[in-house]
């Protein structure tokens, strides 16, 4: 049984936008620092982002910002991945992932233990 579970992804165009959704039955995900990670066919695993509790400061890759949004809904214990203007290299399987001791993504001790299965997202004309 994944303890983290990613949904919405599926086909999208060039331009377009898609919200990733990270929940769990185990964790009130209002208490911990979620991470965003993405990893494309034949490549590395790559982080998209990251959102702390409390305040929910964010951080970004690069290769996002200004593209993509992470949010929470602490009612329903759920983060989200906010995808817009999406791009073809933006093809991937994304995941999220949490260190059950930690709630800031600035944390230098974070060792992210619980994984969903992923979303697969796919950007095709």
């Known amino acids: 049984q994944l303890r983290l579970v990613e949904s919405g992804g599926g086909l999208v165009q060039p331009g377009g936008s898609l919200r990733l959704s990270c929940a769990s039955s185990?964790?009130?995900?209002?208490?911990?620092?979620i991470s965003w990670f993405r990893q494309a066919p034949g490549k590395e695993r790559e982080g998209v982002g990251c959102?702390?509790?409390?305040?929910?400061?964010?951080d970004y890759a690069d290769s996002v910002k200004g593209r993509f949004t992470i949010s929470r809904d602490n009612a329903k214990s759920t983060v989200y991945l906010q995808m817009n203007n999406v791009n073809l290299e933006d093809t991937a399987t994304y995941y999220c992932?949490?260190?059950?001791?930690?709630?800031?993504?600035?944390?230098?001790?974070?060792?992210?233990?619980?994984w969903g299965g992923g979303t697969l997202v796919t950007v095709s004309p």
């Open positions: 992932a949490l260190d059950p001791r930690s709630s800031r993504c600035e944390d230098e001790k974070r060792y992210l233990e619980v």
């Open positions: 959102i702390s509790s409390g305040s929910g400061s964010r």
């Open positions: 185990e964790f009130d995900l209002e208490h911990y620092a």
